[in-house]
């Protein structure tokens, strides 16, 4: 079972929310991929970043698709359900909390997530080594604590991957301890020097 919780890491929380939600909130339809989400709770933590952020109307154009190999089949059940043990959710400011969890009726000691949340997360069993991302047209690709579990030569594959996946301007957030490897300097710019938040540079193959 992957170790996580809600609103994990607060340094990529305020990267997307200062430089990839001014981009993506002039699209339409924004489509988001949590690469190796574990048991959902970054996919669900940035669900309700942009519900904070990007207004009713819009939100309801969001999908967010979280995907891990899921070889014992747990995953996909934990995040389609959205319930967590209240214990784990401690982290949560409690002003978000409030807003977005309540305690499950069927589960003593465990917290649903609001659900117009859980419509907006969708999750895909997927091996990232296969190469096919799970959809194209992506605003956002998000990461962690997968690539450094990868070869050279793998991780650049993926990534190339994930180039082909983005929109135009699209933008790669992967762990901080993840450099982009020289094979694919061009493909990618990055938007900070102190953070590992990468913007597609289109036109290349």
């Not at 089949?73 to 389609?80: A, D, L």
């Not at 982290?91 to 609001?114: A, M, N, S, T």
Request: aromatic letters at 12%; charged letters at 25%.
């Amino acid at each position: 079972m992957g170790f996580t919780f809600f609103f994990r890491d607060f340094q990529t929380l305020d990267l997307i929310s200062e430089y990839v939600l001014p981009t993506i909130r002039q699209r339409r339809y924004i489509n988001i991929w949590s690469a190796g989400c574990s048991t959902g709770q970054e996919p669900y933590t940035i669900a309700i970043l942009l519900k904070e952020n990007i207004g009713p109307m819009l939100f309801r154009n969001v999908r967010l698709i979280a995907s891990d190999i899921d070889e014992n089949n747990q995953y996909g059940t934990i995040i389609r359900d959205g319930s967590y043990p209240a214990k784990e959710l401690k982290r949560i400011p409690p002003e978000i909390f409030e807003r977005y969890f309540v305690p499950d009726p069927e589960r003593p000691g465990y917290c649903l997530i609001d659900e117009e949340i859980r419509k907006r997360v969708e999750f895909q069993q997927h091996n990232l080594l296969l190469l096919k991302p799970v959809r194209d047209d992506l605003s956002l690709i998000v990461c962690k604590n997968v690539l450094l579990h990868f070869t050279e030569e793998e991780r650049v594959n993926v990534l190339k991957m994930y180039y082909h996946a983005l929109n135009e301007s699209g933008f790669l957030i992967v762990e901080h301890t993840q450099k982009m490897p020289e094979a694919l300097q061009g493909h990618f710019e990055q938007v900070v020097p102190y953070a590992q938040l990468f913007r597609k540079v289109n036109g290349r193959k």
